[in-house]
């Protein structure tokens, strides 16, 4: 298997003849507006390019997971660092199937996007001659994450391959831990960019719990989610410095934009 990490939560599984891709935001640099304007600097979205490979990357995809798109069902309320409106063409101009969470089944179809796969929370669907599982994501701490698009992390199991976990955006709960301990992933992927909104609690995970999570994951990590939105203030320097205190360093990937990293 490799992960061909592209920006953000962006990335690609290419295993055997597919190539899955995962939440596409396609935007360019500053296309979208900032997501928060006080806590964090107002910078417009995303803070920077796709990587130079990042074509080459897309022109292979075969199949696509989106952990959330919206918030009820609020075209002005999509997430747009999780599926933008380049990413939606993108979906429909390639025909890519997608497997996603039956919340997310509704918006997807009236944007034109072929659902092939409507999941419900620990219900096992066959998936690419394997199998998935449906996650829940608490997107936040306390009230906000009512206001979120609460969504999905997967479990993944494909032939030959080791089994992934994609955490969505979520912070640390009793599922996450969870999937963590009963499944046990090969690679377990956590959004650790610590998002905040100019009000509420954090929306993903603060870096104690990303210390948490890395703490319990088995084997792999892989940080994501950072260094590409405004209102993502964890770097990836900082985390990489936390970690080697932390002892967890040797077992946590930190990608670079347009990197690819391989697992057996």
Not at 20 to 45: Q, T, W, Y
Not at 100 to 125: G, H, M, P
Request: proline share 7%; glycine share 6%.
């Amino acid at each position: 298997m490799k992960i061909h990490h592209i920006r953000n939560a962006t990335f690609v599984i290419e295993s055997g003849d597919y190539r899955i891709i995962v939440d596409p935001m396609l935007s360019d640099k500053g296309a979208l507006p900032a997501f928060a304007h006080f806590r964090h600097p107002g910078e417009r979205n995303p803070i920077v390019d796709l990587p130079e490979n990042a074509a080459q990357i897309l022109d292979q995809v075969t199949h696509c997971l989106i952990t959330h798109s919206h918030t009820f069902g609020m075209e002005s309320l999509s997430h747009t660092d999780h599926l933008d409106p380049p990413g939606k063409s993108f979906l429909i101009q390639k025909d890519i199937p997608v497997a996603c969470s039956q919340k997310d089944v509704s918006f997807l179809t009236k944007n034109d996007i072929r659902v092939e796969n409507s999941l419900d929370f620990w219900q096992a669907q066959p998936f690419l001659g394997g199998k998935i599982i449906a996650i829940p994501a608490q997107h936040g701490h306390g009230w906000i994450h009512y206001l979120m698009a609460n969504g999905a992390g997967y479990y993944l199991e494909l032939p030959g391959e080791p089994s992934i976990y994609i955490s969505g955006d979520t912070v640390f709960t009793d599922d996450v831990h969870r999937v963590l301990t009963d499944l046990a992933p090969d690679i377990a992927v956590v959004a650790a960019g610590s998002a905040s909104l100019d009000i509420g609690g954090p929306i993903l995970m603060p870096m104690n719990e990303i210390i948490t999570f890395i703490r319990h994951a088995p084997k792999r990590v892989i940080a994501n989610h950072m260094e590409a939105l405004n209102h993502c203030p964890t770097k990836r320097s900082e985390l990489s410095q936390e970690l080697d205190v932390q002892n967890l360093l040797d077992k946590t990937d930190i990608p670079d934009d347009g990197q690819i990293l391989t697992f057996k």
